[in-house]
């Protein structure tokens, strides 16, 4: 079955440091994969996507992710961070086949803090 | 304007009444979600319709009846609310089912008291 792991809870960085968050997915087959922000109060806004080809992809407000096949892994990267990106990040991966398509699978999310 | 937009945003209520959430999106997309986010904000997803059609009815109690009467709709209505069905309940919608790339609304906050 397809799962979508978030190891850290919540993490705290300094503004103008950089920041990972980390990803794994159990999945069968070749996913797509995502991550999306929700800031308090927010719905939930796509950051980036992975469907194929190039395995660093660049998204909105200065984001990127990786995907490592070999290490299922799906971590979201940024460089420097600011005080606005304090927000609850979550990974998900989709099904792209069958009855399961559209139905994205989430972690349980990341919720960062920035320090000033 | 809104792309996906929920009303009402805060709904408070008694155990056992029936209740109607309202999702709207003006995306021009065939594909329309609900999700359920907890108070430990997992997400998991409850139905989707692609063109009216009920696609995806994931494991939900049949309290919760979801209705499209068009595909820039998709209403939710639970009956007999319970405590447990406390949660901020999220519209999505997409343009390709293929890939589950989704827009969210802002999310409707449920109190069941």
């Known amino acids: 079955a397809q799962s979508v792991t978030q190891p850290d809870i919540h993490i705290t960085v300094s503004e103008g440091a950089s920041l990972e968050l980390r990803c794994n997915y159990s999945y069968g087959a070749t996913p797509y994969l995502f991550w999306y922000v929700q800031s308090p109060g927010q719905g939930l806004q796509l950051l980036l996507k992975y469907f194929s080809g190039d395995t660093l992809v660049q998204g909105i407000k200065g984001f990127e992710a990786e995907f490592k096949r070999s290490q299922s892994s799906f971590n979201l990267r940024k460089p420097s961070v600011h005080w606005s990106d304090a927000a609850e990040y979550f990974c998900a991966v989709g099904s792209n086949y069958g009855g399961s398509q559209g139905n994205l699978i989430f972690g349980k999310g990341t919720k960062l803090s920035v320090k000033p | 304007d809104t792309a996906v937009s929920q009303t009402p945003k805060y709904l408070v209520t008694q155990m056992g009444n029936d209740k109607s959430i309202k999702c709207e999106q003006n995306?021009?997309?065939?594909?329309m979600y609900w999700y359920k986010q907890d108070s430990k904000k997992f997400l998991k997803i409850m139905f989707s319709?692609?063109?009216?059609?009920?696609?995806i009815n994931e494991t939900v109690p049949n309290r919760f009846s979801p209705k499209s009467p068009d595909k820039a709709h998709l209403n939710l209505h639970i009956n007999s609310l319970e405590l447990g069905d406390s949660a901020v309940y999220f519209c999505a919608s997409s343009q390709d089912i293929r890939t589950g790339e989704l827009f969210f609304g802002e999310g409707s906050r449920l109190t069941v008291l």
């Open positions: 319709y692609n063109n009216k059609e009920l696609i």
């Open positions: 995306l021009g997309h065939d594909t």
